[in-house]
Nanobody, 123 residues
């Protein structure tokens, strides 16, 4: 059964850091592009970051560029989102997603989704 499980969310003060993890349950993880999206209350889900299956190409939303870093460890079947210099506007439920090979910013093109992890940034 294909499954993505996020962890690492929590409550942090503005300026702080969190590192989200996304563990995948299938063996061909290395051939999947991984992405992070987020959804704040009353807002649509938005793209945050994505990483190609090779790990050679990363894409970031302008709002997080320079503060967030997406990475992957294929030996652990896990993707990460390191979030630094957090702002109250980063507060949202963060979801990881996977699709074969190449990343995209379009959430409709991702085949697999995690259940989400809450990130709350206090001012």
């Amino acid at each position: 059964q294909v499954q993505l499980v996020e962890s690492g969310g929590g409550l942090v003060q503005a300026g702080g850091s969190l590192n989200l993890s996304c563990a995948a349950s299938w063996l061909s993880f290395r051939y999947y592009a991984m992405a992070w999206f987020r959804q704040a209350p009353g807002k649509e889900r938005e793209f945050v970051a994505a990483l190609r299956w090779t790990g050679s190409s990363a894409d970031y939303a302008d709002s997080v560029k320079g503060r967030f870093t997406i990475s992957r460890d294929n030996a652990k079947n896990t993707a990460y989102l390191q979030m630094n210099s957090l702002k109250p506007e980063d507060t949202a439920v963060y979801y990881c997603a996977a699709r074969a090979l190449v990343e995209t910013r379009n959430n409709d093109e991702y085949e697999h989704w995690g259940q989400g992890t809450q990130v709350t940034v206090s001012s």
